[in-house]
């Protein structure tokens, strides 16, 4: 089978033979006549050398996302069954050090499948297509993963915004058997109830898997500020661990009920953990009035840049919330800190923890950097596939 062609203009093959995904429309040059969005093709450089195969789009910015790099004209299905073969294979080498049933199957252009996300919680798996490629393979893709795992039921959850981008609408439906709203997931001893209906992404962070387990290990007798708590990821496992007591800060009414359950599910006691529905910079602010401290502070935010015209006021986000943490921490107490901002790199993040430092008087020390779960996969040539960038500074 001969896929039609993508021709780049001239010089602006490079980035592709360095093994980046993304080529975008100002380097295409011209392509075949009749090509589709969401068509398989085959890119070329100005001079006719095979490049690769990936998605058309006609609508995004990203006019192609790559599939395969290479001089072979390959066929579509063969590359997504491979790419989700070998994704599977990856998942169960791992499985002794997850400590889960709940985890990523297929993470995008980490696992060289471009805006395919598939989560697995327990027996049922959660999927999104966010690009047209993905969004016209739909069945296969689906049909593939009920062929090479056993589930109860698979349901799809692409209702991100990103969809827009590539012309597409957003879609929350089952594909296959019987989906309820809430599942019960275990990482080590501790039990969570997600949403994977209506929760934020596929349901829960499981990006946030081994930073979670990392807070257990100092979060002993420690007072703790859980801000963007969400259902509880970071808290129940503080509480677990047996710290003196956690505030869990949140604007979602829902987020908190299903935090209060998780706390119900593990056995755990309401005396230790507190609840504070309330906007987190306000909150930080009401607490540094009162001369309120902590041991420790997690900052958990939302992406607060989606796109490079967002990075000046992103960053300036970023800093005035690390500030006003800082402003709270006891001596030699423990700042986590993340950023979830793929145009944020951690050269970047690191520069923001050094200013709000010297802004609010501090000093600090990185103890570690963080980075999503070892089933988030990301490539060394695809720096975006780094969104999530974190780390621990120790603070006096």
Request: proline residues 2%; glycine residues 8%.
């Amino acid at each position: 089978m001969n896929n039609r062609k993508i021709i780049l203009k001239k010089g602006r093959e490079h980035t592709i033979k360095n093994g980046h995904p993304w080529i975008f429309s100002g380097a295409v040059l011209k392509k075949d006549r009749g090509i589709c969005s969401g068509e398989f093709v085959q890119v070329v450089s100005y001079n006719g050398e095979p490049l690769g195969c990936g998605w058309y789009s006609s609508r995004s910015q990203i006019s192609v996302r790559m599939i395969y790099f290479g001089d072979k004209d390959v066929k579509e299905q063969d590359m997504i069954f491979n790419r989700i073969k070998r994704s599977l294979e990856f998942r169960d080498s791992i499985q002794d050090i997850i400590f889960s049933n709940a985890f990523r199957i297929i993470n995008s252009e980490g696992d060289m499948l471009p805006g395919v996300i598939v989560d697995r919680y327990d027996d049922y798996l959660v999927c999104q297509f966010l690009c047209i490629g993905a969004d016209k393979n739909r069945d296969l893709i689906v049909s593939i993963l009920k062929e090479k795992i056993n589930c109860k039921g698979i349901f799809e959850r692409s209702d991100s915004n990103v969809r827009e981008k590539e012309g597409l609408k957003p879609i929350k439906s089952i594909l296959f058997g019987q989906i309820d709203n809430f599942v019960e997931i275990k990482e080590r001893d501790v039990k969570f109830l997600v949403d994977i209906i209506n929760g934020h992404k596929t349901g829960f962070y499981l990006d946030q898997r081994e930073n979670r387990y990392f807070l257990r290990e100092i979060a002993k007798e420690k007072s703790i500020l859980n801000c963007f708590s969400y259902t509880g990821g970071f808290g129940i496992h503080a509480l677990k661990s047996g710290c003196k007591e956690i505030i869990n800060v949140d604007k979602s009414y829902d987020a908190l009920d299903i935090l209060l359950k998780n706390i119900k599910l593990n056995g755990l006691s309401h005396d230790k953990s507190f609840i504070e529905r309330q906007n987190v910079f306000t909150l930080l602010k009401r607490y540094s009035d009162e001369n309120r401290f902590f041991d420790i502070i997690i900052l958990d935010p939302p992406k607060f840049v989606k796109g490079m015209g967002d990075l000046k006021n992103g960053i300036k986000g970023y800093k005035k919330l690390n500030i006003r943490a800082l402003n709270i921490i006891k001596e030699g107490g423990y700042l986590f800190t993340f950023s979830c901002s793929g145009h944020v790199d951690m050269k970047t993040f690191k520069s923001i923890v050094a200013k709000s430092l010297k802004e609010s008087n501090r000093e600090g020390i990185i103890i570690k950097e963080l980075s999503q779960a070892i089933d988030h996969p990301y490539s060394p040539n695809f720096p975006q596939g780094r969104y999530l960038k974190g780390l621990v500074v120790r603070v006096y």
